[in-house]
């Protein structure tokens, strides 16, 4: 089984200020089609999840043009440009490699200092 | 627009079985599947199992050992969650997302339902 690990399980950030969350995948996500299958995925308190990122670095629609997402084979990353009130929450990355079966990171739990 | 809606909360005693719906919406049925996710209370996310909105080919999380059944309704556009045997580690909120139809694609997890809360407790 694939094992993602998420750095850090917790981020403090001031508001305006940048962010940066890692995910590490035990084994490569280039899939035999050529697509990376590495989702990045907000869950604000009290919400259903909300996929923000597809494919290492596609955004989904309506998703604000701060967070992006990059990185390759077993190492990723999610950046918030700056950060508002409304980005409070906990972010997972997923691998849709081995699909259907879903694997999430342990989740990173974004906070205001 | 796409939508995926969950029927409503749960309380089960350890022992007997729930079935959650996910009436979905805004999309054709048969061309995408649908994921079912649970949170345990302050835990992460975990996959339990997927099903094709084509053919009602499944697939479920080894972890469950054969207590989870998906089905699906094609004439409401519907899919049906039961999970059997229960035990108090299963209190979770679950959650149906849309997924792809037969190999990955940028459908999965796009959209989500906005869960049903499983209280399993005597």
């Known amino acids: 089984d694939v094992v993602m690990t998420q750095s850090p399980l917790s981020l403090p950030v001031t508001l305006g200020q940048p962010a940066s969350i890692s995910c590490r995948t035990s084994q490569s996500l280039v899939s035999s089609d050529g697509n990376t299958y590495l989702n990045w995925f907000q869950q604000r308190p009290g919400q259903s999840p909300r996929r923000l990122i597809y494919n290492v670095s596609n955004r989904d629609s309506g998703v604000p043009d701060r967070f992006s997402g990059s990185g390759s084979g077993t190492d990723f990353t999610l950046k918030i440009s700056r950060v508002e009130a409304e980005d409070v929450g906990v972010y997972y990355c997923?691998?849709?490699?081995?699909?259907?079966?879903?694997?999430f990171g342990q989740g990173t739990k974004v906070e205001i200092k | 627009q796409v939508q995926l809606v969950q029927s409503g909360a749960e309380v089960k005693k350890p022992g007997a079985s729930v079935k959650v719906s996910c009436k979905t919406s805004g999309y054709t049925f048969a061309n995408f599947g649908v994921s079912w996710v649970r949170q345990a209370p302050g835990q992460g996310l975990e996959w339990l199992g997927w099903?094709?909105?084509?053919?009602?080919?499944?697939i479920h999380s080894p972890k469950l050992q054969g207590r989870l059944t998906v089905t699906t309704d094609t004439s409401t556009s519907t899919v049906y969650m039961e999970l059997w045997s229960l035990r108090s580690d299963d209190t979770a909120v679950y959650y149906c997302a849309r997924d792809g139809i037969a190999v990955a694609s940028p459908g999965m997890g796009d959209y989500w339902g906005q869960g049903t809360l499983v209280t399993v407790s005597s």
């Open positions: 099903i094709s909105g084509y053919n009602d080919n499944t």
């Open positions: 997923m691998q849709g490699k081995h699909w259907p079966q879903w694997t």
